[in-house]
């Protein structure tokens, strides 16, 4: 190789600030590769792709130095990680995804609180129905997986008067704003809240966090929102609640994911299903851009990269 080669979803000449020493190849995903995989040495893989096709030139990619996410989430590439080169930096997209995921969170939460699914359904029969809804003002909401995005998420509550905000994460830590509790605190602390919002990662520790015991620690009439990863719910569980009426859901992902036809949970009692839209907005590309020109600069200049998660 004579000129380190990169992979890129988005157009080259699309993007400011690339260093003019590096080469770039376009590949959202094609049929055929643009080159030979071998000479890649940071791939950015191509978002909101199937993962058999995002992860598919990897095998081939024999000097990969970076493997460069879109998304918050690297759940999809850690199964590839043992096979590719030693010393491959998997990073992911910190910083693309807080503010159109935070947004989305809010949007399910007032919508399945304000009853805006039923208006919308009265709206196509010309039916015109008031009612009383619950307001999230004076609500005690918790955000398990406070990160990048739960904080954003905590931004975004500010002006809504609520009452207290629960955060809790992998271990805990003092903030401007408040505690952070440990995970595994939650049982105590989760019959306190109204509302509780999932933005962890997928892990093996937090796959079926939200289980049976886990709901049944939720409080009654309690509103459970997942803008994290679909599996992050016991689905079984979570419909058990729902059917029942005891809670409600507000769900951007699901598991299984697509929902198919048929599945109960199109059908369940206080359930607002949006299918996986938290990520993609007209906020991702300008934020995606930066993050790609400031990841390849750093790269070019033999400088740290940022938010790297794992390492091959």
Known sequence: MSTAQVWLPIRPESIDGLPAELEYVHWDAEPEFPADPADCVFYVAPYMKKAAVKTQPLALM????????????????LPALPSLPPGVRLCNARGVHEASTAELALTLIL??????PEFVRRQDRHEWQ?????????????????????????DRLAGFECARVLRFARSSRAT??????????????????DVVVLVTPLTPETKGLAGAEFLARMKDGALLVNVARGPVVD??????????????????????????????????PGVLVSPHVGGPTSAFLPRAKRLLADQLQRFAAGEPLRFVVAES
């Open 130 to 154: 008031g009612g009383f809804h619950p307001a999230l003002a004076d609500k005690t909401v918790a955000i398990v997986g406070y990160g990048a995005i739960g904080s954003a998420v905590e």
């Open 111 to 116: 919508a399945s609180l304000r009853g805006i």
């Open 176 to 193: 401007p704003r408040g505690p952070v509790h440990s995970i595994d605190r939650i049982g105590d602390l989760l019959p306190e809240a």
């Open 62 to 77: 024999t000097n990969l130095k970076v493997l460069q996410t879109l998304t918050a989430g690297v759940d999809q590439f």
């Open 235 to 268: 689905t079984k569980a979570l419909l058990a609640e729902v059917e029942s009426g005891r809670l409600r859901a507000a769900l951007d992902v699901t598991d299984p994911e697509p929902l198919p036809p048929g599945h109960p949970l199109w059908d369940a």
